[in-house]
């Protein structure tokens, strides 16, 4: 009797190990679904550009984090009232100034880090703090 309870107990690890073996298997697959399902929102956001905004959240969202580099042009960021740098970058367009931002960016003038650092910002978060920079660099208009 106890015999059989030493190979039910080593059947039963046995089984465990097969499992976890599994599980760690599946999670590259499970992570590359997710990426799959999020690239084609982002991209059908860029395509039809109905893209809405608050203003007041962009603000706040930059006085918290986007300031440190925008405020004073640190590190070859472009001054928030610097409206010939804005209109360059207004020029991308929208759309590609979000992708920037949310994935970083390496330009002619420096380094913009993943999220400008906003880790926790949402993809709103990030849609509104870029409007809002447009708007005080002058280049907010109608057609973004
Ligand atoms: C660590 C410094 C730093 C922080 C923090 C930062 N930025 Fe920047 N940002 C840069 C630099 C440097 C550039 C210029 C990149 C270039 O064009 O060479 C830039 C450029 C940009 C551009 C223009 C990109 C383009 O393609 O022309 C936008 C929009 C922008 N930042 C938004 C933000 C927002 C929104 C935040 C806050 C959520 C933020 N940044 C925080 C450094 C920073």
């Known amino acids: 009797m106890k015999q059989f309870g030493l190979i039910v107990v080593a059947m039963s690890l046995g089984l465990m190990l097969i499992q976890c073996g599994g599980a760690k298997e599946e999670k590259p697959a499970a992570k590359a679904e997710v990426s799959a399902e ?4 982002a991209e059908a956001t860029a395509a039809t550009g109905e893209m809405t905004y608050d203003l007041a959240n962009g603000e706040a969202i930059y006085k918290k984090l986007c ?6 042009g640190l590190a070859g960021a ?17 759309p590609m100034l979000i992708k920037h931002v ?11 880090p993943p999220k400008g650092t906003c880790m926790d910002c949402t993809d ?14 002058g280049s907010l ?4």
């Open 38 to 41: 999020t690239a084609p929102v």
């Open 67 to 72: 300031f440190a580099c925008h405020d004073n």
């Open 78 to 94: 472009a001054k928030h009232t610097d409206q010939e740098r804005w209109a360059e970058s207004a020029a991308k367009g929208v």
């Open 102 to 112: 949310t994935e970083g960016y390496q330009g002619k003038y420096g380094m913009l």
């Open 124 to 137: 709103q978060d990030i849609i509104d703090a870029v409007h809002y920079q447009l708007k005080m660099g």
């Open 141 to 144: 208009n109608s057609s973004n």
